[in-house]
């Protein structure tokens, strides 16, 4: 500051401007905050959680953030928003209210509480923008934490367009790799163990991550000492301080009230992250939190008077009003000018931004009311319906359950009437109108969404020989490593050795360390770093080792990869293939299928599960056309069974929600997927020699799942449907029924009853006794099978026990 203040008078001027303008947007920043809280406790919102007491510290970051540059954090961060333009005063209003109009909420369109930001990466078709030309921000997600593991790939992908040939095209994503990716964390949260795998492994990958912990020692309730080792979280990682011939971190402390230090700080992170492609860790201290938590209660249940008076002093705006004055950049009538400005800007900010989220819902009301009035004209139910309409008129700000739910109960009061046909008609165009607003972009709404492909088959040579399937799956992933620059695969073991199973193998010579990479044992952050790359215009393809390890990663895939389209109203993605293997082996831990868990947590991915690795290989060459991310489940039990190797590699594609008939038949309709259609198959040529002609379906996709009906087709020959596969009962066969008997209408060509067979509740157990005592074998299928053939035709089955 001394030097700034010895500088020419235009550069005093210049400077005095700015740090003006800072003070003033912190102020509005602080201004939205308190107003907010009044309008949840007044009733208007339903919940606010600010981010009063961060503010001064987030204007220091703003300043070191650059176009292109991407922050992945969490709901205190109103205030960077603000001062890198991306959030107004109306729209901080818009979102607290769930304006569900992306004109005015672009957070989310409503869908998400305040205080969860992102900008848009994508047009309204789905279309990428430039985001080298503009300001990012993924987004945020309320698990805390849950920021963390995509933060490691967004700061990736910088460093693999630095160093990756091939990429020279991807001018929309990145300048030589120059883009930080900033983090922001409260200290709390540190207490997660994702926290801690995204700072290890950012550290081994050494990437432009600046991570910023805002410490106000709490959380919610909680204070550090229950939190953090030591209390501080930069004093216990010291030892990811890179050293002379180490790799490492940066790490520096700042306190969050000290305008100068904070803007002197971030600065070096930035240059440091930027040019040397090294994380820093900013941990910033003695933050306060004026207000409390969120709206749900107040901190003077758990903090003392000591520590209440501390943060009134220490309240960051409050130093930062005192630095000014102190150093002669504004006189207390200039500030007190500020303050009464922000206050009156944030109020009229609000007030259009309410006004502006009632206008459409008041113009829906009028128009009910009327019908309704028009509706009871001509009733039996006259007075009935009337009070339905003066009541729905009287409400002065209605919400939109208080007009459809008015609308369809007096439905049931014209059930008869000639009136009925112009309410049913309103109420489906009104529900048509407005249930987009609430459930359309759970997947992609582009032209490149997975429902766009068509299938191509693979080709062979007349003399193709089998060969091992692993080495289809092999050579397949070099076709697409040639075809694709962007494409990159990474998971442990996947590098050097080429996979567990050799789909990889000499893959890492040919294409290098970057995109054919060994990855710490680290499942959830390898899913993080699929996220943040391809949300910056990559194409990885993460790998989980096993099926059975998913489950580190599936919180992130549920709550963050699965949401991203939808959170964003269509506006951010992230298309992500997820690659494991999974299915029938051996043992608790590597034989699982828990398919239902898996398709229950995860809608908005799609889930693939092919039956061998040529089909496995479409499913790449597929989803590498479309936008969206999927898992794709290879069958561990796979790899060396032979497969034909096909001539057109890299271009033939397996179809997505599609089922494939393996084996036509006329008795019952099977459905399975994955290992057990093997154990299907034998079933059903030993049940041929009584007599059963099975048909067999493959469901090759679960989600979606046979979006052409070809399963109540095939029942509609059959009349008899059994679902199988290895999941415990009631897991993903359950699903399957739901879905052939209830979507599907199958129960209309059903002459038995629809049966599941699945395997034992319990974890599948070790060696090849533990598997037949387990899982569905070939004799639990031919006996399902001939039950119910027999209870429709005793006397050629009779019974087998
Ligand atoms: C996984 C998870 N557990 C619990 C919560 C509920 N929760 C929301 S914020 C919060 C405290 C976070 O404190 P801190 O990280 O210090 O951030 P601060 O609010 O203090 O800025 C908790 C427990 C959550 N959102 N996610
Ligand atoms: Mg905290």
Redesign the pocket.
């Known amino acids: 500051m001394t030097e700034a203040q010895t500088k020419t008078e235009i550069t005093f001027d210049d400077f005095k401007a700015e740090v003006l303008n800072d003070y003033t947007l912190a102020k509005i920043s602080r201004e939205c905050s308190l107003l907010g809280r009044k309008e949840v406790l007044t009733g208007k919102a339903k919940f606010g959680i600010f981010g009063d007491g961060?503010e001064v510290p987030q204007l220091a970051l703003a300043k070191a953030f650059q176009n292109g540059d991407f922050r992945s954090g969490?709901?205190?961060d109103q205030t960077f928003m603000m001062a890198i333009g991306q959030l107004s005063i109306q729209q901080f209003f818009a979102g607290l209210y769930g304006h569900t109009d992306l004109a005015y909420d672009p957070m989310s369109a409503g869908r998400q509480m305040g205080g969860h930001f992102a900008t848009h990466s994508l047009d309204e078709k789905g279309n990428w923008n430039n985001l080298t030309k503009q300001k990012n921000s993924s987004a945020d997600i309320?698990?805390?934490?849950?920021q963390m593991p995509r933060l490691l790939g967004l700061a990736q992908a910088s460093k693999i367009y630095r160093n990756v040939r091939g990429l020279e095209d991807f001018t929309n994503f990145s300048i030589e790799g120059n883009e930080v990716a900033w983090g922001t964390?409260?200290?709390?949260?540190?207490s997660?163990g994702l926290f801690f795998e995204t700072i290890n492994a950012a550290g081994v990958l050494q990437v432009p991550m600046v991570m910023s912990v805002?410490d106000?020692e709490?959380?919610?309730s909680v204070h550090a000492r229950y939190q953090t080792t030591k209390e501080s979280i930069s004093e216990i990682l010291k030892g990811f301080q890179r050293e002379a011939g180490t790799n490492g971190y940066e790490i520096m402390t700042v306190k969050g009230w000290d305008y100068p230090a904070l803007v002197a700080t971030y600065q070096k992170a930035a240059a440091i992250a930027r040019e040397e492609h090294v994380p820093v860790l900013i941990h910033v201290l003695e933050l306060t939190?004026p207000q409390g938590?969120s709206t749900s209660g107040s901190h003077e249940r758990y903090k003392n008077a000591d520590r209440l008076a501390w943060e009134a002093e220490y309240d960051c705006l409050a130093q930062m009003r005192s630095w000014l004055l102190d150093n002669n950049l504004a006189t207390a009538e200039e500030l007190d000018a500020i303050d009464e400005q922000a206050k009156k800007d944030v109020l009229e900010g609000k007030k259009a931004a309410w006004n502006a989220f009632v206008a459409p819902i008041k113009a829906e009301q009028n128009e009910l009311v009327s019908l309704l009035n028009s509706v009871a004209a001509s009733s039996a139910n006259k007075v009935f319906i009337e009070k339905h309409a003066t009541e729905l008129a009287s409400i002065k700000e209605p919400i939109r359950k208080e007009i459809i739910t008015a609308a369809r109960k007096v439905l049931r009061l014209v059930v008869a009437e000639s009136g009925k046909a112009d309410l049913a008609a309103w109420i489906t165009m009104y529900t048509n109108k407005i249930q987009p607003k609430f459930s359309s972009h759970l997947f992609s709404q582009s032209d490149k969404n997975v429902l766009q492909t068509s299938a191509v088959a693979p080709t062979y040579d007349a003399a193709a020989e089998e060969v091992d399937a692993r080495l289809v799956l092999r050579d397949n992933f070099d076709a697409i490593f040639s075809k694709y620059p962007e494409a990159l695969i990474f998971g442990e073991d996947s590098g050097n050795i080429g996979d567990v199973n050799q789909g990889l193998e000499g893959m890492q010579e040919k294409y290098g360390e970057l995109r054919v990479s060994d990855a710490g044992i680290r499942e959830a952050t390898i899913l993080g770093q699929g996220i943040g790359m391809a949300m910056r215009g990559l194409r990885p393809i993460a790998e989980i080792q096993y099926l059975d390890y998913l489950l580190y990663a599936i919180q992130i895939m549920s709550d963050d990869l699965a949401t991203l389209q939808y959170r964003t109203h269509g506006r951010q993605k992230a298309p992500l293939i997820i690659r494991t293997r999974g299915h029938r082996l051996e043992g608790v831990w590597h034989s699982g299928s828990p398919m239902g868990m898996i398709i229950n947590a995860i809608r908005g991915i799609h889930v693939l599960v092919p039956r061998n690795m040529t089909k496995a290989a479409g499913f790449y060459n597929t989803l590498l056309e479309t936008d969206e991310p999927a898992l794709v489940i290879e069958c561990l039990n796979g790899y060396r069974l032979k497969e034909k190797m096909p001539t057109n590699l890299g271009s033939f594609k397996t179809p997505i929600g599609v089922v494939e008939t393996i084996k036509e038949g006329t008795d019952i309709t099977i459905v399975s997927y994955g290992s057990t259609l093997r154990i299907v198959e034998q079933a059903a040529k030993e049940l041929l020699e009584v007599g059963i002609d099975c048909e067999i379906i493959d469901a090759q996709t679960l989600l979606p799942f046979d979006v052409n009906h070809d399963c109540a087709k095939s029942i509609a020959k059959t009349n008899r449907l059994l679902v199988v596969d290895e999941d415990v009962p009631g897991g993903a066969s359950a699903y399957l029924l739901q879905q052939i008997i209830d979507e599907q209408k199958g129960y209309n060509h059903l002459d038995s009853q629809p049966q599941t067979l699945a395997s034992k509740a319990h974890r599948p157990a070790y060696g090849t006794d533990g598997d037949y005592f387990s899982k569905p074998s070939a004799e639990d299928i031919f006996e399902k099978v001939y039950a119910i053939i027999h209870e429709a035709k005793p006397e050629h089955y009779p019974s087998l026990y």
């Open positions: 961060k969490y709901y205190r309320s698990p805390t934490a849950g964390i409260g200290n709390a949260s540190t997660e805002w106000d709490y959380g919610i939190q938590h």
